[in-house]
């Protein structure tokens, strides 16, 4: 579980960083990082993160076990985001079927491309 701080809730959060932020597309996912947060935050805040898992993923109990999985997975690698950054990860509904060894595998090389969109990975 990520503590509340670490979450993205309303959408006007999700929105500013799908439109302004970096994107890379992985098989199973589609991640949107923001560096900069416009708006101020408390002091010892962290980077956020919060995810988009549609109806074209599964039905509902399917939808909430990829939640869940990303989640964790995101939690292990929340330490290399900015303090100031969001990140929002959208599941593709290849992400239903995956091992969680593919959805962080996914994610890692996603977070190489948006932190340095120098880099191409596979």
Known sequence: MLPAQARLRRRPEFTAVVRSGRRAGRPTMVLHLLPERPEPRPEGAGPRAGFVVGKAVGNSVVRHRVT????????????????????????????????????????VAGLSRVLDPGVRSR
């Open 68 to 107: 869940r999985r990303l989640r964790a997975v995101v939690r292990d690698e929340l330490h290399r985001l900015p303090d100031s950054a969001d990140l929002v990860v959208r599941a593709r509904p290849e992400a239903a079927d995956a091992p969680s060894e593919r959805l962080r595998a996914d994610l």
